[in-house]
Each structure stands twice: as C-alpha cells, then as structure tokens.
C-alpha cells in the first residue's frame, strides 16, 4: 500500500529555535494535512493543503505542498515548551478515499 | 460538546479474552473510523464507518470487529485478543464527504499479556 515516510523520527531543540520536517511519498496526493498530537492525547489537525505549491500559515507554523505532490513540509518557528508532541503528515489521494499517515516526527523542547 | 470520547482509556487483558471498545460522539457526524497507533508507524486504519448500519474494512481489519448501530456510537471488538494487539486504540469522526477533517478522541491503551 501506499506509504509516507516522515523524517526526522525526533527532535531535540532549544527553546526559540526553528523547527522543520517533511513527509515524502512515492505516489500523489491531491491533499496533505499535519496534525499533532500531544502526550495522552489523540491527535488534532494543524494545516490541510489542497493545491500543489500551496503555502498555508497557522499562527507560528506553515506547511507547504509540494510541487510534485509527492510531498510535504512543516516548518515551526521560535519554538516554545507546549509544541513539544508528535507531528503526523497525512495524505489523501481523492476526496473520496481514506487518509494515510506518516511515522511521525517527535519534536522534545528543551526550555 | 465533549467531541469524541472513548471507554476505557486503559485496559489490560489475557491471550484470548474478548472485549469491546466504545466511542462515541456528539456532533453529528457520519463518518466514524478506528485506527491503531504503533510506535513509528503512525495511524493504521483498522475498519471505518459511513453511516449508521455501515461497516468497512481498513488497512489492519485482522482480528478485530465493528458495529454502528446508532450514528453517535461506534464499538470495536476483539474476540479472541492476541498480545500483537497491544497497542493504543484511536477514534475519529468527520463530517460526510470530510475524511480529511477528522476529530480525535483521547485513545485507549491496549495491553494483551
């Protein structure tokens, strides 16, 4: 079946820092969305992408579909303790079809 | 609204008993799903639902069964639980036509000795 590979598994920053993860496929997706989830929680969806080369903002965080539609990134910047959690990408090839997600980035935040 | 929401949140079991987990929500959705999650294997889709009465396989359905009996309720069992089943159980619901909007409950954690 199809497959999204996220990288990387976890990161360990500072406080303030920049963050970045992706997620790449060896097929299309006609949708990407990031969720994320926080420890003893179920996850909670951050950005959807509809448009191949869409770049979407949500506060400190922007995601961006790629052009090739086989993938996706996630960039958080100044970074502060409560984005500590895990980060799923999530494809979806119709509207019609099930999502498939990613491994996760776990991203620790070192105050 | 309370959302999504599951019962138990934690449960331990033996090789081969049976049990059943209930999720339930309250915004009218019609889509239901349950997924597992393993660590570095992100959300497996196990069986989903697309209305009352309706049932469908997932990626993962081995092992495990579903009923939507009523639009706000939907139960996964396992018959004859196996310890590779040991894993943390997650219910979600969107709207219809939305499978990409979906609303998380707060998981169960399985644990099969």
């Known amino acids: 079946g199809q497959q999204l590979n996220q990288s990387p598994q976890s990161m360990f920053i500072q406080e303030g820092e920049d963050v970045s993860m992706n997620c790449t496929s060896s097929?299309?997706?006609?949708?990407w969305l990031w969720y994320k989830q926080d420890p003893g929680e179920g996850p909670v969806l951050l950005i959807a992408?509809?448009?191949?080369?869409e770049l979407t903002s949500n506060g400190r965080l922007t995601a961006q579909f790629g052009i090739t539609r086989k993938d996706s990134f996630l960039n958080i910047s100044a970074s502060i303790p409560s984005d500590v959690g895990i980060y799923f990408c999530a494809g979806q090839v119709n509207a019609g079809n099930m999502l498939t997600f990613g491994g996760g980035t776990r991203l620790m935040v070192k105050p | 609204n309370a959302g999504v929401t599951q019962t138990p949140k934690f449960r331990v079991l033996k090789t081969g008993q049976s049990m059943t987990l209930l999720c339930a929500q309250d915004m009218n959705h019609e889509y239901m799903y349950w997924y597992r999650q393993d660590p570095g294997m992100g959300l497996r889709l196990i069986h989903y639902?697309?209305?009352?009465?309706?049932?469908a396989k997932g990626e993962v359905p081995d092992g495990y069964n579903v009923s939507r009996l009523k639009k706000q309720n939907f139960l996964l069992g396992l018959e004859s639980a196996a310890p590779s089943q040991t894993s943390v159980y997650f219910c979600?619901?969107?709207?219809?036509?939305?499978?990409?909007?979906?609303?998380f409950g707060p998981g169960t954690r399985l644990t099969v000795l």
């Open positions: 639902s697309v209305g009352e009465g309706t049932t």
């Open positions: 097929s299309i997706f006609n949708t």
């Open positions: 979600a619901s969107s709207y219809k036509g939305l499978h990409g909007t979906q609303y």
């Open positions: 992408l509809y448009k191949a080369g």
